[in-house]
């Protein structure tokens, strides 16, 4: 049993089974003992390493590719940057570096970090500390000033809750958490029926014991930051691991220590997360008007922010160790057996602005 999982059997013996996405808010952040709100999760001691903890290349490349859409916005100033979820802020480091080749641009910059763990919160600010760049916080998106914004976000939707449903003899059901005779955590099937209704188009045709996600906390989040932008002007930027065709698939996975446990096995004490339906987030960004890029793979997306030529400047005066050293970081990011397909990128802009990096100038990935 961990903390967690005690609160968790207390609440269900008192209102009954809880839903999964319930589930998996309380394992990422419950206040007292949700998974980000007291540790560092990340690298090669923590749970799980991230783009940006591979190589300073990714943070860089995302800076390469705010200048330019700022450009593409006529330069605002001021103008917020929000960054979403942003770990141990080593992107947002690294990407504030990168800036400094253009003019005006950390003149003009606010840098808003949404972020409710406040361990990482306090990780954010060493981080940041000689960015040169303001930098506020916030639990969410609501208290960011209106204007011109660019938003960013690597590994974030991923962390939000999804439901889970499985499909059976009789149609639809929500997969909730109960308790087995032990009084141990399982999964169970809730009582009612899910209404064919309530479901979207591909969900309508399904085959018996098949699970399909779900995540309304994803679909809210994308809606509100795509109306701001559609409001105020500006761009969004989002990386992720998941898919670009919805359909059935059972993704959420915990993870501890670099491997996969049992969902249920150590409440609060491990990651949770699913894979990203982009098509899921596309429909949002588009149903509040605004212009879709993508997704293409991140191996696309940083070849066409000139990830090679990054390379060839950093290695330039490094001696043979350290550069098979940045090759390989780099190597990460793109190889198709690690984060270069799975991982996914999407851009949704103003619709009045003109198409943004790298798309301006490559040919989109087959759908
Ligand atoms: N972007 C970072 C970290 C990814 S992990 C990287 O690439 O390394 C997910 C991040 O999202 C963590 O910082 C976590 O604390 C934060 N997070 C999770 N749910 C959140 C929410 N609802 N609101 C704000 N931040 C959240």
Not at 21 to 47: I, K, Q, T, V, W
Not at 64 to 89: A, H, K, Y
Not at 137 to 143: M, N, Y
Not at 162 to 191: D, K
Request: one cysteine or more; proline letters at 7%.
């Amino acid at each position: 049993m961990t903390p967690l999982s005690e609160h968790i059997v207390a609440m269900i013996r008192q209102d009954g089974p809880l839903p999964m996405d319930s589930y998996m808010n309380l394992c990422l952040a419950h206040p007292e003992h949700g998974y980000y709100m007291a540790r560092d999760p990340f690298g090669r001691a923590g749970d799980f390493t991230t783009a940006p903890e591979i190589s300073q290349i990714f943070g860089e490349l995302v800076g390469i590719w705010c200048v330019s859409t700022w450009q593409t916005m006529q330069v605002p100033d001021p103008f917020n940057l929000i960054e979403l979820g942003p770990g141990r802020g080593t992107m947002m480091a690294d990407l504030l570096r990168a800036v400094k080749v253009m003019p005006g641009f950390l003149e003009s910059v606010e840098v808003h970090l949404v972020e409710t763990s406040p361990a990482l919160r306090r990780l954010q600010t060493a981080t940041l500390a000689q960015s040169g760049a303001q930098v506020h916080w916030h639990e969410d998106i609501e208290s960011i000033p209106d204007r011109p914004t660019l938003v960013i976000g690597n590994e974030f939707f991923d962390a939000l809750p999804v439901r889970q449903l499985q499909y059976t003899e009789i149609g639809w059901y929500e997969r909730v958490i109960g308790l087995n005779r032990s009084g141990e955590l399982q999964i169970e099937l809730a009582g009612d029926r899910v209404p064919d209704a309530a479901l979207p188009d591909w969900m309508q045709d399904a085959e018996v014991g098949e699970v399909a996600e779900l995540s309304p906390a994803r679909a809210d989040y994308a809606t509100r930051l795509a109306r701001r932008v559609a409001g105020d002007g500006g761009a969004l930027l989002v990386i992720d691991y998941g898919h670009v065709r919805p359909g059935p698939g059972e993704t959420l996975q915990a993870v501890s220590r670099h491997n996969p446990i049992d969902t249920l096995g150590q409440p609060g004490e491990c990651d949770l997360t699913a894979h990203v339906d982009f098509a899921a987030l596309e429909d949002c960004f588009v149903d509040a008007g605004l212009s879709t890029f993508g997704p293409i793979t991140q191996s696309q997306f940083l070849a066409g922010m000139g990830l090679a030529e990054r390379l060839e400047m950093l290695t330039k005066r490094s001696g043979a160790r350290e550069r098979m050293k940045i090759v390989d970081a780099a190597r990460r990011l793109v190889a198709g057996t690690e984060m270069g397909h799975l991982f996914k990128v999407l851009v949704a802009t103003h619709a009045e602005l003109a198409k943004p990096a790298p798309f301006a100038h490559m040919k989109e990935m087959e759908r």
